[in-house]
Antibody, heavy 122, light 108 residues
Framework: QVQLQESGPGLVKPSETLSLTCAVSGYSISSGYYWGWIRQPPGKGLEWIGSIYHSGSTYYNPSLKSRVTISVDTSKNQFSLKLSSVTAADTAVYYC???????????????WGQGTLVTVSS | SSELTQDPAVSVALGQTVRITCQGDSLRSYYASWYQQKPGQAPVLVIYGKNNRPSGIPDRFSGSSSGNTASLTITGAQAEDEADYYCNSRDSSGNPWVFGGGTKLTVL
């Protein structure tokens, strides 16, 4: 069974960098699929942040692209998110998820982590 | 604003059928996937592609599409189906990571 688990600080100060890691078990990242980050502000909907393939190819939400970096460590079977210059608007539950190939006509996010709340506050 | 539009809230009587819709120009060309999210939990994939259910999803959940509208139908809604439902598909550039605003389903 594929499992994803987010980890990282739950509180980040304004203007600093948010850093999260997603550990994957039950499936080798190097075997395929894409690995993404999605966030959900309290009481609001889902917003895709970006995704990475095991080769290191990345796709970012244009609205966040200037502040986002996603990387992968296949040796540890995990991938990471860095979001710089955070503000209160970045307060959200952050999920990591696995999704199918970019060109898949049946595109879907099939496995999700439980999510981690990150609050931006001084 | 999202390129996929959902009704904010829908209600259904226990055991009846309900359709949750998602509208967007990209849906004329691409399938949607659907996610169920209960309070405090991560989203769960319930429908993807033309009408595919992941293992473990009850067959009362089904998907369809017509024109610019994708639909998730629950036939014989159960109390445990009360949740938020999100659609996901592609934007006008073909990027597959757009979510609708979500629909809160209440089972009466």
């Amino acid at each position: 069974q594929v499992q994803l688990q987010e980890s990282g600080p739950g509180l980040v100060k304004p203007s600093e960098t948010l850093s999260l890691t997603c550990a994957v078990s039950g499936y080798s990242i190097s075997s395929g699929y894409y690995w993404g980050w999605i966030r959900q502000p309290p009481g609001k909907g889902l917003e895709w942040i970006g995704s990475i393939y095991h080769s290191g190819s990345t796709y970012y939400n244009p609205s966040l692209k200037s502040r986002v970096t996603i990387s992968v460590d296949t040796s540890k079977n995990q991938f990471s998110l860095k979001l710089s210059s955070v503000t209160a608007a970045d307060t959200a539950v952050y999920y990591c998820a696995r999704h199918s190939d970019y060109y898949d006509s049946n595109f879907n996010f099939d496995y999700w982590g439980q999510g981690t709340l990150v609050t931006v506050s001084s | 604003s999202s390129e996929l539009t959902q009704d904010p809230a829908v209600s259904v009587a226990l055991g009846q059928t309900v359709r949750i819709t998602c509208q967007g120009d990209s849906l004329r060309s691409y399938y949607a996937s659907w996610y169920q999210q209960k309070p405090g939990q991560a989203p769960v994939l319930v429908i993807y592609g033309k009408n595919n259910r992941p293992s473990g999803i009850p067959d009362r959940f089904s998907g369809s599409s017509s024109g610019n509208t994708a639909s998730l139908t629950i036939t014989g809604a159960q109390a445990e189906d009360e949740a938020d439902y999100y659609c996901n598909s592609r934007d006008s550039s073909g990027n597959p990571w757009v979510f609708g605003g979500g629909t809160k389903l209440t089972v009466l």
